[in-house]
């Protein structure tokens, strides 16, 4: 069993609060090079799904952030199907959470600010990337990149309009703490208009 388990008495009210923890616990001491990486989950319009890692790169009360291009595979099915599915396994505190709920494309100021955050290089591989289209080679992708930094030389470069992000609106978020003999703790959040509903689930 993990450090400090979740169990009713001591899970936080507030699912937010309860994720902050984890959280916290995972940057702090997960030992991995990536601990803000997720899973996310997609399906198409047809219900058939397909999970790839990406980078939660903020969350608040309002949900949960990530940035991609939306001409990809996942930008493509998240605007036909506007539902998604978060994971996140932190190996060595033997922990998962599980985020669910439907999904919003930024407020493009905000994608805006973001985008404006990022190092050069990552702007110009924005620019450069046709996410999850067929590539004949890499050197056809080595000299998109090179076009571009002769294009935009040393000036401002501003956010393509197929990059930006989604939001996550957590309808439900799970908890789940390894414990002895295959008898894992979880506890699940569902909202209920203003409130979170708590239910412990068998493991
Ligand atoms: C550790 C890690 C972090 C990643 N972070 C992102 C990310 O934040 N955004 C993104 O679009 N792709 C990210 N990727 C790449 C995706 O996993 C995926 O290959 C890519 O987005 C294309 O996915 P799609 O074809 O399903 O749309 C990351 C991959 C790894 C392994």
Redesign the pocket.
Known sequence: MSQTGIHEDSAANDPFEQFRIWWDDAQARSGMN?PT?MSLATADAEGRP?N????LKYWDRRGFT????YN????RELLENPWASLLFWWDKLRRQIRVQGPVEKLPEQESDAYFASRPRGSQIGAWASQ??RPLDSRDTLSQRVAELEKEFGDGPITRPLHWGGFRVVPHEIEFWDDGAHRLHDRIVYRRQGQQWLTERLYP
Do not use: P, W, Y
């Open positions: 990536e990486g397909s790839r890692i990406v980078l990530f940035f991609t291009n990809s595979r996942k930008g996410q999850s």
